[in-house]
């Protein structure tokens, strides 16, 4: 399927746009199947999403929060309670302000001192939830990821072991460049996705949003890699970050 791309004006303007799909797959998510599962992204691109769905009042009463389930695309090497901790940025904005039941907020356990553990209790944790088969995926409603100037997206960094890890659902990934492990759900679980939407906000951003998506990079960035085998791929991007893409390629 191929992407759909939607070029807002600004990053308010992309956040409002986030949030109303957002609402709208958690509403028609619980109508079918009495829950919605989503994989929130980390970073400072959708801090102000889940501000937006914890204040904005129509909003808010939109969405179903006790069959609302969050998990985490990934999660740094810091414990719970520390700033950079992608639950805890997500617990400030929204979780602490939203009536979603503590059962239903499914964190990576970072302060796992091995992360290797803490990878494969939180594949446990998704095996439990999703009851899967050996083999089988967890398919979420809703996998948001964003996208760093290198390419990256949720912790898969380019030339990481992570990429290849396709018989996993979580790993530890060690980030040479920032000498440390991260912890990520893999291509596999993320590529199982009803929906994937992208957040790319911001300049720094414009050169290799333009590479990922003309495809026409020969080594591919791992954003690339995304691309869900049976869902629907959204990118939602402001006109900062998709200034160098080509208007032709936005065509639909
Ligand atoms: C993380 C995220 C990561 C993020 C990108 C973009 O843990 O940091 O999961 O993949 O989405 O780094 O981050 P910004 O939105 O802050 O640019």
Not at 102 to 128: Q, T
Not at 185 to 197: D, E, S
Request: glycine share 4%; aromatic share 8%; hydrophobic share 45%.
């Amino acid at each position: 399927m191929k992407p759909e791309i939607r070029i807002y004006t600004n990053s308010v303007e992309l956040t409002a746009a986030a949030a109303t799909e957002f609402a709208g797959l958690a509403a028609r998510a619980v109508a079918a199947n009495n829950r919605f599962t989503v994989a929130l992204s980390g970073g400072s691109t959708p801090r102000s999403l889940y501000s937006l769905l914890a204040t904005d009042e129509s909003l808010r009463a939109k969405i179903p929060w006790p069959e609302t389930h969050f998990f985490w695309g990934d999660e740094r090497n810091v414990p719970p309670d520390n700033s950079e901790n992608n639950y805890h940025m997500a617990s400030e904005a929204l979780l602490s302000k939203v009536p979603v039941p503590a059962e239903n907020i499914h964190r990576m356990k970072s302060e796992n001192p091995d992360p290797a553990a803490a990878a494969a209790e939180y594949e446990g944790e998704l095996r439990g939830f999703f009851r899967l088969a050996a083999e089988a995926l967890p398919r979420f409603d809703l996998v948001l990821l964003g996208m760093g100037p290198d390419g990256h997206t949720a912790s898969l960094f380019p030339d990481t072991a992570a990429l290849e890890a396709n018989d996993r659902l979580v790993v530890a990934n060690w980030v040479e460049k920032f000498k440390t492990n991260r912890l990520t759900m893999t291509l596999p679980v993320l590529n199982n996705a009803a929906t994937v939407m992208f957040l790319v906000s911001g300049s720094e951003k414009a050169e290799v949003l333009r590479a990922v998506l003309e495809n026409g990079a020969t080594k591919k960035f791992p954003a690339q890699l995304i691309q869900p085998v049976a869902g629907r791929l959204l990118w939602l991007v402001d006109e900062a970050a998709a200034a160098r893409v080509s208007k032709e390629r936005l065509i639909q």
